[in-house]
């Protein structure tokens, strides 16, 4: 179970990411791809994050995940840009897929199949 401190650097973390995504997010994967933050797990003692993200308008949703961790200390570097008054240490992060609202859909599919053939 999550500390109240973790859950507090979670969300902070996950609003700053998306901030520094929104910024830095068209130069390496493009504009057309939308990649939302929907998550930060952090360690018991805040020096991992798991960030996961929500990616849409794509077919291969691994590959912006691939590119976002090429650029991954210019990230960090942003991150930190925009945290330091706030932590003392930066954690070190990796990003996940985070395909919970595309299992939504596919369920959200599969009942109006199953409702239109009660019908």
Same mark, same amino acid.
Do not use: C, H
């Given at each position: 179970? =999550? &500390?109240? #401190?973790? $859950? ?6 996950? #609003? ?9 997010? #068209? @130069?390496? @994967?493009? &504009? &057309?791809? !939308? +990649?939302? +933050?929907?998550? +930060?797990?952090?360690? %018991? /003692? ?5 960030? @996961? ?5 794509? *077919?291969? $949703?691994?590959? %912006?995940?691939? *590119? !976002? ?5 210019? !990230? ?5 840009? $925009? ?5 003392? +240490? ?8 985070? /395909?919970?609202? /595309?299992?939504? @859909?596919? !369920? ?10 009660? =019908?």
């Amino acid at each position: 179970m =999550e &500390s109240i #401190r973790q $859950k507090q650097i979670g969300e902070l973390i996950r #609003r700053t990411f998306s901030l520094v995504l929104a910024e830095e997010g #068209r @130069y390496i @994967y493009g &504009s &057309s791809i !939308l +990649v939302t +933050v929907t998550g +930060v797990k952090m360690s %018991p /003692d805040l020096q991992q994050a798991k960030i @996961y993200l929500s990616i849409f308008n794509t *077919e291969n $949703k691994q590959a %912006p995940i691939l *590119e !976002l961790e090429e650029q991954y200390f210019r !990230l960090k570097q942003s991150l930190y840009q $925009k945290l330091k008054k706030q932590m003392r +240490v930066m954690p070190e992060f990796k990003m996940y897929l985070d /395909d919970t609202l /595309d299992e939504v @859909y596919k !369920l959200d599919e599969l009942f109006k199949k199953i409702n239109d053939k009660a =019908e």
